[in-house]
């Protein structure tokens, strides 16, 4: 047998004689509404080949000492920005006081428009026109070891010394170096303006907190302490009032929705304290077609109380606030899981292919059954009528 005559037998696709066929008007219509199906199923097979679904998967973070960014806009309508200062501190001991690198604080009016952007360093004033022997006071802030090699020839130095003893320093009144100066003027004159506060704070990424709160900051034995005594004593009403502008952890995403942004808290009392306790989740993004970004998602909760002012006992000279501190404070904890939402296809153009199959094959499947039940239904009924 020639080999072209062996191949014959394997034909699974065996052929009728033209001659033997019948074409029918029910044959035809069944075919064109079979071939309309076909494409619209092919269709849709296509358009769910390219959907693209969002597979979130949860896993444990393994990352190790790494840095988060904390990218914050918020604004106090009634606290000067010479008052307001901002500090981050963290379980592992790292301390960030009067944080000013990558923040910018704004002086805001009283009707909210802005009056000038600075980093609100305070100048030496006259200090450079001193005679060059002049060993200016410090007012007994100094340790009795350093009295007569210490000099306090600015009022920042002054500040700084008071600061170390843990006393108070108020407005500068009664200090030559900041009458000179007129920091008490500039004290009084921006009473009544509010502050903006921008920027991104870089912190380890472990359990910490970052606040505002009235004065300038430092650390005695057994606390984290603020001079309060300006902030305390002004005729002008300080409250903290806030509006969070926006407040996210790490680079921003589309995908990730801030609940602090657009938040607004009001209040008429001084000794006002906020706290906002966040737990952080790290996040991956995985797009097609684009990098894959590293970025945290977080949830909060809120707490919001008044407290009552007075003086500590162990330093006299320090204005605190017993049971806290005014201000707004924001607690953060850093969750052990991660997300990973991973952008895919949902189907392979392999299984799109079978699909296409799957459809043509039954698709003519049960058009094929339903010419057959249509052209024997016919053929009964033309014996019928013959009869």
Same mark, same amino acid.
């Given at each position: 047998?020639?080999?072209?005559r062996?191949?014959?037998?394997?034909d699974?696709?065996?052929?009728?004689?033209?001659d033997?066929?019948?074409?029918?008007?029910?044959?035809g219509? /069944?075919?064109?509404?079979a071939?309309l199906?076909?494409?619209?199923?092919?269709?849709?097979?296509?358009?769910?080949?390219?959907?693209?679904?969002?597979?979130?998967?949860?896993i444990?973070?393994k990352?190790?000492?790494?840095?988060m960014?904390?990218?914050?806009?918020?604004?106090?309508p009634?606290?000067?920005?010479?008052?307001?200062?901002?500090?981050?501190?963290?379980?592992?001991?790292?301390?960030q006081?009067e944080?000013?690198?990558?923040?910018t604080?704004?002086?805001?009016? @009283?009707?909210?428009?802005?009056?000038?952007s600075?980093?609100l360093?305070l100048?030496?004033?006259?200090?450079?026109?001193?005679?060059?022997?002049?060993?200016?006071?410090?007012?007994?802030?100094?340790?009795?070891?350093?009295?007569?090699?210490?000099?306090?020839?600015?009022?920042?130095?002054?500040?700084?010394?008071?600061?170390?003893?843990?006393?108070?320093?108020?407005?500068?009144?009664?200090v030559? @170096?900041?009458?000179?100066?007129n920091?008490?003027?500039?004290?009084?004159?921006?009473?009544?303006?509010?502050?903006?506060v921008?920027g991104?704070?870089?912190?380890?990424?472990?359990?910490?907190?970052?606040?505002?709160a009235?004065?300038?900051?430092?650390?005695?034995?057994?606390?984290?302490?603020?001079?309060l005594?300006?902030y305390?004593?002004?005729?002008?009403?300080?409250?903290?009032?806030h509006?969070?502008?926006?407040?996210?952890?790490?680079p /921003?995403?589309?995908s990730?929705h801030?609940?602090?942004?657009?938040?607004?808290?009001?209040?008429e009392?001084?000794?006002?304290?906020?706290?906002?306790?966040?737990?952080?989740?790290?996040t991956?993004?995985?797009?097609?077609g684009?990098?894959?970004?590293?970025?945290?998602?977080?949830?909060?909760t809120?707490?919001?109380?008044?407290?009552?002012?007075g003086?500590?006992?162990?330093?006299?000279?320090?204005?605190?606030?017993?049971g806290?501190?005014?201000g707004?404070?924001?607690?953060?904890?850093?969750?052990?899981?991660?997300?990973?939402?991973?952008?895919?296809?949902?189907?392979?153009?392999?299984?799109?292919?079978?699909?296409?199959c799957?459809?043509?094959?039954?698709?003519?499947?049960?058009?094929?059954?339903?010419?057959?039940?249509?052209?024997?239904?016919?053929?009964?009924?033309s014996?019928?009528k013959?009869?």
């Open positions: 047998m020639p080999p072209r062996r191949l014959t037998t394997f699974a696709f065996t052929k009728t004689v033209e033997a066929r019948v074409r029918t008007t029910s044959g219509i /069944v075919t064109i509404v071939a199906v076909i494409v619209a199923l092919i269709v849709s097979e296509w358009v769910d080949c390219r959907r693209i679904v969002n597979r979130p998967e949860l444990v973070d990352t190790r000492g790494e840095r960014s904390i990218n914050l806009d918020i604004t106090f009634t606290v000067p920005c010479e008052l307001l200062t901002l500090d981050v501190m963290d379980v592992s001991g790292e301390q006081t944080v000013t690198h990558g923040i604080k704004t002086r805001l009016a @009283q009707d909210g428009t802005v009056i000038a600075d980093k360093e100048a030496s004033g006259n200090a450079v026109h001193l005679e060059k022997d002049y060993c200016g006071p410090c007012y007994g802030a100094i340790p009795k070891e350093q009295e007569g090699t210490r000099c306090c020839n600015t009022c920042d130095e002054v500040r700084l010394a008071y600061q170390e003893v843990g006393w108070a320093f108020g407005d500068g009144h009664g030559e @170096q900041c009458e000179r100066e920091y008490p003027e500039r004290i009084q004159a921006v009473q009544h303006e509010g502050c903006n921008a991104s704070l870089f912190v380890n990424k472990v359990v910490g907190n970052f606040h505002f009235p004065g300038k900051s430092f650390t005695s034995p057994n606390m984290h302490v603020h001079d005594n300006i305390e004593q002004s005729e002008v009403l300080h409250t903290f009032s509006n969070i502008k926006h407040l996210s952890f790490g /921003v995403h589309d990730v801030n609940p602090l942004d657009n938040t607004i808290k009001k209040t009392e001084r000794n006002f304290n906020y706290m906002y306790f966040i737990k952080v989740v790290s991956r993004f995985e797009r097609l684009q990098l894959a970004l590293d970025t945290n998602q977080y949830s909060v809120s707490h919001e109380r008044a407290i009552r002012g003086r500590d006992e162990d330093h006299p000279n320090t204005m605190h606030a017993r806290g501190i005014p707004v404070f924001f607690s953060y904890d850093i969750s052990p899981m991660k997300v990973i939402n991973r952008e895919e296809r949902s189907k392979s153009f392999g299984s799109f292919l079978i699909g296409v799957a459809v043509v094959g039954g698709v003519l499947a049960v058009a094929a059954v339903i010419d057959r039940g249509v052209w024997e239904a016919d053929k009964a009924l014996r019928k013959a009869v």
